[in-house]
């Protein structure tokens, strides 16, 4: 007997509910923000999707067009997710260290460079 | 083994490497590693992908990575941890916007042959493109309203639900036309519009203080999208990691939510703090209570001989990027044989989680920050309890006035230390736009101004003593 191929999928999106559940009520409240941006450039692995689709053979150029704006999207989500995150998790110390600067590491696809805080445009927001 | 095979494991690969990656977000010790982790995985991902046989264009795909990878990677190490909050609602609202376009172009180059569609692949690819487009659309109205390129406050109108459930209505039956109905290109360009036009008008509404809630829930929907494009393409890497995604933002969702005893519904539709209000300047109570201001000098000598101080940060800290300053003085006040701790309300911040990264970018270390209900015991062990641009989190009304929109919001109990300053800009209510008779208490004294200057006031006027 074969299942179809949706049953399939139906049933590995559930055991993926359940396992998101789980790991992610471990993480403390401390670490959410860094969960957010973490969870923000695993879902950037809409990129994978937009590779296939932008990789289609006789496509149009509508399509073309779409698909490689996607492309460009999903890869800045991906890289720009897993620096911010890097980024961040590197502040969280357990003892200070003074003037400990951090190391910010890269992701697979860039390389990584040392790098500072730059100006950027900063919140004018008053509360 | 075939080379799909060898594909399919791979992705198996970076599945694994997602989930090490959220387990280890457990401890901040090992967090740095498991992100590498999860970047790592994301590489094998993309490198999979590559090795399809049946992939075309290669190299213009790469071309376009390869000029778009800086970008991200530009923004992400620019950002003020202060925007943080922006910066997630900008990647996630590009995330939902990738689903949406991945979801329409591969509709539109299977819709010439009518028909040929399955109901479920159909049903998928609405879904793509509706959610994503949602979280496009919201996530950019989120950014907008963080980086106050339009006003925080709730945006209403009469009629606005009625608008928003039609609208919602009518993109619904427009998705069930295309599933079962005529498969049309223009149809589905008509969904993404209708849908990015629902994204706006459901987050304008929504106040500044409820943003944690908003882009917690606008991440789900960008990884439920991406979950919906993994249906559409039979990928299983992208159905596990999209819904990992959207469990976790379900979860933060109803997380915050319950930090502020609100239903979803109510933060959602509610237009929470679009009252404008009470007089805003009223410096008395009916009891004739007054605000008590008073100077920095006051305030450092209170501090410097004190036995323990809690600081009780909230946005004004990070508007003010006041964070390194305030450690500055946890220095000076702890040399002196104070001990300091910050006590952290889970919604302090327009994300969650925020002052602990503002903290620790600041090289707090992270044992002195206090979560809520391990630093409400210590308050009445408490000399000085230093409030720093928080104002909702520490109202009292939420304990004790039932008819304050805020009540039964679990607080920091601040009322209970011996003595009590509040730093803020001005009388003006908080983003909530309620009134705080903790500041009219006899114990608080009130130190007006930005708290950038006031802690830089405070920290020279403890040096000086």
Redesign the interface.
Known sequence: MHTSVIVTELTVLVLAIFVGVEVISKVPTMLHTPLMSGTNAIHGIVIVGAIVVAGLPDQTTWVRVVALTAVALGTMNVVGGFVVTDRMLGMFKQRRKPSAELPAGGDGSVDAARSERKAAPAPTERS | MSRSDAIALAYLA?IIA??L???F?????H??L???I???G?????AA??A?P?????L??LI??I???????Y??????????P???AL??G??G???A??A???F??VAPEPGRIKT?VAISIMLSALIGGVSFAGSLVAFAK???LIR?RPIVYPGQKIVNAVLLAALLALAIVVIVGPQRNALVIALVCGALLFGVLFVLPIG?ADMPVV??LL?AC??L???A?????????????????????T??TLLMGRAMNRSLANVLFGAFGQVTAGPAGAAADADGASVRSTSADDVAVMLAYAKKVVVVP???L??A?AQHDVRALADLLEQRGVEVTYA?H?VAGR????M??LL??A?????Q?K?MDEANPEFSRTDVALVI?A?DVVNPDARNNATSPIYGMPILNVDQAQAVVVL??SMNP??AGIDNPLFLNPKTVMLFGDAKASVEKLAGGVKNL
């Open positions: 970076t997602f989930i990656a959220l387990r977000l457990s401890s901040p010790v967090a740095p498991g992100n590498r999860g970047a790592l994301m590489a094998i991902a993309i992908t590559f399809q049946h992939l075309h264009h290669k213009s795909i376009v990575m000029v778009s990878a800086p970008i991200g990677a923004a992400a190490r620019a950002v003020k941890m202060t925007a943080m922006q910066m997630v990647f996630n590009v995330g916007g990738a689903a376009l991945v329409l172009a591969d539109h180059h479920d963080l980086q106050e925080g500044g882009i917690s991440n960008t990884g999208a991406a979950a494009t993994g249906f559409v393409l039979h990928n299983n890497v992208l159905i596990v990691s999209g819904m990992l995604v959207g469990a976790s933002g979860l933060l909230g946005y004004g990070a508007v990027q952290i889970p994300m969650p989680g925020h602990n990264v620790a970018e090289n707090v270390p992270y044992p920050l979560e641009g104002n803020k800009r908080g983003f």
